[in-house]
């Protein structure tokens, strides 16, 4: 295209459309040949309006909706002229980016989404592979598909599915930060220990005390507010309020045993607030002596019959009872205001017997003081501090708030100011007005002459000293209506305790479903998935309000509130706790996730935080801090023990990696030492589960004790093993988790299998933590394979000699190698699904046909032979493919388990012939040390002259006792240089005669051809002067026969070929009769480094 055109406009050019502009960019342009006199200046590529930019992208204000649509949808905008359509199979259009066409996405929210995102679809970007390979013609890119995420919250199929379905019926009633937040933590913080408590508190603690209960009371939830605030920020909330904060803080382990508590804290709280207002009501009727049956009984009818009516009000949908809260709201204020108002209004006789004197600074100053009778500072706090909860009210409904992130910071902490700032006002204006004791009888004036002694009353016309030596029923320490006495109206007190005590409850009734239901989408407890289910339009946990209404009035039924309300502020408390040190614990960890919005936090003040709330629990009650903690321990155990598949990307791993990243750090400083070697392996299995006996075995000796990397090496078309492996990585990881080996799984691409193990042999591991020792399987078919092959595989073993690796050979009668079993299975899997499938359509067809007459009878008939011939057919098929199995795989199935299960009693023969450094004997001596192998005992044989047979032995043993190693008997070898009887040398003799060269009985010219054409078959020269090597090797496995045919498994030195010396051919078949016809073998050999030593 040429770019020396005028100014092109790509798109609508009216102002209402997103635009795309390219500039000309030609050297002898009229308008940059103007600007010759500036200096020249560098611009960055940016989407920006400034005309002289390279690429212009612009919305206009008229119409920014449009703009904002076009960044959620992910679609770019068709134009007549430049922008060309590419032809897809989602009508996707691609922007023409920078002058190109592009398969290349520009940012797009919708790509960032989680699976099931209500705001929002769920798209693909194209891949890499999409835009790296070569663009094939029509390339296809959808991005409305659904991406299942393994770390986006909740369950991704289910939750999806209610998503749309919710979405799909419209009507969401979502709340803004006022009706949503502010209101609800106002509410459900002003509780009854506003109008009943406070005043008595005051009277406790003294002004200057009281007020500092109040500010202690109110840092601990301020600091929890900030850490909420900070976490809240740090991306989308969805509904679970406190519960799917921690949860996704600190995991499934903490959040799922608090989101159970809190829950359970929540419902109770119901029966608690129901309670303290029938508890009211009773009071009242009591005064009017019109009593039902009796105080308790009272309580529990009234109770009953108001939480049926909150729950009428809650199961009618979240907005009515959103409209509640504000009317409660708007009583509570009126209640509040009316008693400012009654301090100012003169008092009159009556009340000034009762203690009430409007502001006097008398009795301010008198006041002043603490004045505690029976009670103590932190005794008046722990009553005081379930005044100040409440702040996640707004929280718990977090699903149904328009903007969480926004909201809940926002809200909570007004609310917390606004409630501090009236419980400070209240508390002082009570203390200024009323003395602490009055007899609330009107004669009780001064009479003249007395000495008043400093009492405020008495200076004020009052003798209240009565009360120093009898009980009063009046004043700030014994009314415990003082705020009704000093009102204005004393009725609106009563309407304001009424207020607090049904919205409180009210909240709680909304909040433990609604957390509940989040606990239970999460599917962490599997028995309670029940109550995940939604209704309506606001996706109501309708079974959760059932249950909670169940445990509210089981409450209720009990009526004694002083045991209930420790154990309810200790499980809030806990929960304040754990918001706390998720904040600490995310900034701790340093993930580059953790970007909250909210700025003004700081993690050690969230740590001093979580710290103040566990102080606060002991100081509350301390048996209801050790139950909470007791409950909240059993409860992470459980989760932790059954490991809920999920992945949160929570600060605890964030924690792991960099914990596990500084170890490796600090390991890489410290030298290995002799006495902390441990095999670390590297394991030629190809895909773990294709060679289980292999990784088991080495599993036994790392397990808990080293590095197991499980390597795979991809040959053939790079781009094909390319993708393969890369598909493959998460699934073969996932089954060795799955099947609890601990181990780890790598993967090359490479031209060759020498080449691709020759890289892992160089590259596997991390610092300290690198492989030492090469384990792999001996090669059975080595016969049958070609040249190429056995030189990939014996140039394997002298590669990890090279890299200075141990090797350990390991051979099974039946080979390891089960992938042709594994597709047997999985083609009968598929038999299978495809005649249940078949089944199903015929019964369907049946069904519908059933009523159709004869033709439908015949029809019918029809049917059913095909379906006794297709059963016959299947069952056919399963009965050969079950033969085939029986008869062919079931040993090698056998043999895959051998080393899963526990090894009986026995031995393990270790034949210590050559000094590799210890090796040799370090592996059956870690074998017999785990829990399978514990019942076999050591037996150890090594070489020795024929004559110095016991002194031979007397040496070994005293080298064993040097090692620590226990054994169960020694057995010098004397005769193992003798030649091997003629049966054993013709069979060795037999089995290589095919790869021999016998150029001897060739002429000169023949055998150089020979030499040229085969270089890998074995010459007579070299097999002439490895003879006695050769004997020793027939002979061992005589000597092996002999002595170890019973033995559970036989540890032997494996030999060492010279490279470039001793050909390929030879050496497998040294290690092929060396091994043959013998129980489970380990050939082993270590890199000549001491990994065993006698020094302390």
Known sequence: MSMNNSLNIFLDPSPNRFQVNIINESHDNNAISQEDADPPHYEETSFTEEANSRLGVSHRPGNRALYENFLQNGDTVKSDGNLHPCDTHSNTYYLKTFGHNTVDAVPNIDYYRNTGSISGIKMNRPSLLEIHEQLAKNIAVNPGSIDRVTNGDGSPGEEATANKEEESKGGFVKFGWVKGVLVRCMLNIWGVMLFIRLSWIVGQAGIGLGIVVIMLSVVVTTLTGISMSAICTNGVVRGGGAYYLISRSLGPEFGGSIGLIFAFANAVAVAMY??????????????????????????????????????????????????????????????????????????????????????????????????????????????????ATGILAGANISGDLKDPQDAIPKGTMLAILITTVAYLGVAICAAACVVRDATGNTNDTVVSGINCNGSSACSLGYDFSSCKVQECRYGLMNNFQVMSMVSGFGPLITAGIFSATLSSALASLVSAPKVFQALCKDNIYKALHFFAKGHGKNNEPLRGYVLTFIIAMAFILIAELNTIAPIISNFFLASYALINFSCFHASYAKSPGWRPAFKYYNMWVSLFGAMLCCGVMFVINWWAALITYVIELFLYIYVTYKKPEVNWGSSAQALYYVNALDSALELTAIEDHVKNFRPQCIVLTEGPMTRPALLDITHSFTKNNGLCICCQVYTGPRKLCVKEMNSGMAKKQAWLTKNKRKAFYAAVAADSFRDGVKSLLQASGLGRMRPNTLVLGFKTDWRDASAVQIENYVGVIHDAFD?????????????????????????????????????????????????????????????????????????????????????????????????????????????????????????????????????????????????????????????????????????????????????????????????????????????????????????????????????????????????????????????????????????????????????????????HKNVLTFYS
């Open 274 to 387: 129901v309670v303290g207002f029938a508890e009211t009501v009773v009071e009242l009727l009591k005064s009017s002596d019109a009593l039902m049956v009796d105080e308790s009984n009272d309580i529990r009818i009234i109770g009953s019959i108001t939480v049926v009516l909150l729950l009428g009000i809650s199961v009618a949908g979240m907005e009515w009872e959103a409209k509640a809260q504000v009317i409660l709201l708007v009583i509570l204020l009126i209640a509040i205001v009316n008693f400012f108002i009654g301090t100012v209004i003169p008092t009159n006789n009556e009340k000034k017997a009762r203690g009430f004197f409007n502001y006097q600074a008398s009795i301010f100053s008198e006041n002043f003081g603490p004045d505690f009778r029976g009670e103590g500072f932190f005794s008046v706090f722990a009553i005081f501090f379930p005044a």
């Open 803 to 1087: 890299f200075e690796l141990g090797v350990v050979i390991v051979r099974i009668s039946q080979g390891f190698d089960i992938s042709q079993v594994l597709q047997v299975q999985e083609e009968l899997e598929k038999l299978e699904q495809e005649r249940l499938a078949l089944e199903a359509t015929i019964k369907d067809n049946e069904f519908e046909e059933e009523n159709r007459g004869i033709r439908g009878f015949f029809s019918k008939a029809k049917k059913l032979n095909i379906t006794k011939h297709v059963t016959k057919k299947d069952s056919s098929i399963n009965t050969i493919q079950s033969m085939h199995v029986g008869e062919f795989n079931q040993r090698l199935l056998e043999a895959s388990n051998q080393f899963k299960k526990k090894q009986g009693k026995g031995t393990i023969d270790v034949w210590w012939l050559f000094d590799d450094g210890g090796l040799t004997l370090l592996i059956p001596h870690i074998l017999t040390m785990r829990k399978k192998w514990k019942d076999c005992k050591l037996r150890i044989f090594t070489g020795g002259k024929i004559n110095r047979i016991e002194d031979e032995k007397l040496v070994m043993t005293s080298l064993l006792s040097k090692f620590r190693i226990k054994y169960a008997d020694i057995k010098i070898i004397g005769n193992i240089n003798m030649k091997p009887n003629k049966e054993s040398w013709k069979f060795f003799e037999e089995m290589i005669e095919p790869y021999r060269l016998h150029e001897s009985c060739k002429d000169l010219t023949t055998a150089e051809k020979l030499k040229k054409e085969t270089p890998w078959k074995i010459t007579d020269a070299e097999l002439e002067a490895f003879k006695e090597k050769s004997y020793r090797q027939v002979r061992l496995n005589e000597l092996l026969q002999e002595h170890s045919r019973a033995a559970n498994l036989i540890v032997l030195s494996l030999p060492v070929a010279r490279k470039g010396v001793v050909s390929d051919h030879l050496y497998m078949a040294w290690l092929e009769i060396l091994s043959k016809n013998l129980p489970p073998v380990l050939l082993v050999r270590g890199n």
